[in-house]
C-alpha cells in the first residue's frame, strides 16, 4: 500500500511488543531474523499507523484518512508457503478481551479518522484467533468510523461474517487473498482455495452487503517479469469483474517465505510497478488500484527513483495514470 503514512509507533516501542525487538520499521512489521523466534504480547498491538488512501465514489476519487491497527493473534491454520506473517503470531489462542485492549492501545493514540483496518496476520472470523464473545465490544470500537476492512479465507467462519457485520453500523469490508488466478501456481503457495471458492465468497458477500478488497501477488519465483506482469494483470481483471472494490498488487519479495525459491524472483523495478499500475488502473473504472511499494526506502534509492517512488505514490492516491516523463 503506498498512501501517505503518518506513523505513530513510536508511542509503542517495538522492544515493548517484542522479548526480542524488532529492527525492522517498516509499517507492516517483518523478521530481521528467521532464526529468533518472537514472544507476543497478546495486550499490544504489533503495530498501528493512520494513513491515506484512494476511494472511488460516482466518478470521483477521494482520499479518505484510515487507521490501521496489526493486531496480536494466533497462527493462521492456512499456512501459505509464501507468507511469513506466522511469524507475528501466536501458537495459542487470545484471550476473550485482549483483541479489544490492543484496539484501546492503538485508538488511544491515533488520530480521528474516517476508516479502520483491523488486520490479524490471517483471518479475522477465525475463532480462534478472534473469540466472538469479543464481537460486540470491537464493533462498538469501529461504529465510530464509515468503513471497517479486516481480512478472511474463503473457507473459515461464513456464520460469524453475520453475526459480527449485525453489530456494525459501519460499511464491512474483508480484504481476501486471491493471491493469483494462476492455477498451478495458486495450487503451490498452498492457498487452500480455488478460484471457484474465491468467486463463490464473492458472490456470497455481495448478495450480503459486504464489500470486497483484494489481495494479489506479482511475481513468483522463476516467473519471468513479462509473465509476472501478465499473470498480475489477469487476476486483477479477475478480482474486478468479481466486484473488488479495492485491489492491492503486492511484488513478491525476497525472504517472504518462499525459502531459498525466493532468489529466483522476477525482479519489479519502479519503472515496471509503474508500467503494470497504469495498465492495472485500465482494467475497472470502479475498482481502486494500488500497489504495495513498503520495500522501497526512499533514502536508500537513487534520486530517479526517488521521483519515481514519489509519482508513483501520489498517482496511486489520485488513481490516474503518471505522466511518461516522470517515469
Known amino acids: 500500500m503506498t498512501e501517505k503514512k503518518r506513523r505513530f509507533v513510536g508511542t509503542l516501542p517495538l522492544e515493548s511488543v517484542f522479548a526480542a525487538p524488532l529492527k525492522s520499521t517498516s509499517s507492516r512489521p517483518k523478521p530481521h531474523c528467521r532464526s529468533v523466534v518472537q514472544v507476543l504480547d497478546y495486550s499490544r498491538p504489533i503495530d498501528f499507523l493512520s494513513e491515506q ?22 497462527r493462521c491454520p492456512v499456512g501459505c508457503n509464501m507468507c511469513d506473517l506466522h511469524q507475528f503470531t501466536r501458537e495459542d489462542s487470545p484471550p476473550v478481551g485482549a483483541s479489544v485492549e490492543q484496539i484501546d492501545f492503538a485508538l488511544d493514540r491515533l488520530p480521528p479518522a474516517s476508516w479502520i483496518k483491523l488486520y490479524n496476520s490471517g483471518n479475522f472470523f477465525d475463532a480462534a484467533s478472534l473469540p466472538t464473545a469479543d464481537y460486540d465490544a470491537i464493533a462498538n470500537r469501529c461504529n465510530r468510523y ?3 476492512i479486516v481480512e478472511n479465507h474463503p473457507r473459515i467462519g461464513r456464520g460469524r461474517h453475520i453475526e459480527f457485520f449485525d453489530k456494525l453500523d459501519a460499511r464491512l469490508e474483508i480484504a481476501v487473498g486471491l493471491e493469483t488466478v494462476h492455477p498451478r501456481l495458486l495450487s503451490k503457495i498452498g492457498k487452500q482455495m480455488t478460484r471457484g471458492d474465491f468467486d463463490r465468497y ?9 464489500d470486497l478488497r483484494v489481495f494479489l501477488i ?15 494483470l489477469l ?13 492491492s498488487l503486492i511484488p513478491a519479495r525476497q525472504g517472504a517465505g518462499w525459502g531459498n525459491a525466493s532468489i529466483s524472483l522476477p525482479h519489479l523495478s519502479l519503472s515496471i510497478l509503474s508500467e503494470l499500475f497504469e495498465q492495472a488502473l485500465e482494467i475497472s473504472d470502479r475498482s481502486c488500484i494500488s500497489i504495495d511499494l513498503w520495500e522501497f526506502k526512499e533514502e536508500e534509492l537513487l534520486p530517479d527513483d ?22
Not at 513468483?220 to 513479462?226: L, V
Open 235 to 247: 487476476s486483477a481483471r479477475h478480482a474486478a469483474r468479481q466486484g473488488a472494490r479495492h485491489i
Open 53 to 74: 488512501e484512494p476511494y472511488r465514489d460516482r466518478g470521483v476519487t477521494k482520499a479518505i484518512d484510515v487507521n490501521t491497527v496489526f493486531l496480536t493473534a494466533r
Open 146 to 148: 464509515d468503513r471497517v
Open 218 to 232: 506479482v511475481g513468483a519465483p522463476d516467473m519471468s517479469i513479462s509473465d509476472a506482469i501478465r499473470w498480475a
Open 202 to 210: 464473492a458472490k456470497w458477500m455481495s448478495q450480503h452487503g459486504i
Open 306 to 327: 526517488q521521483n519515481r517512488l514519489r509519482w508513483l505514490s501520489e498517482a496511486i492516491l489520485k488513481q490516474r495514470t503518471i505522466m511518461q516523463d516522470a517515469v
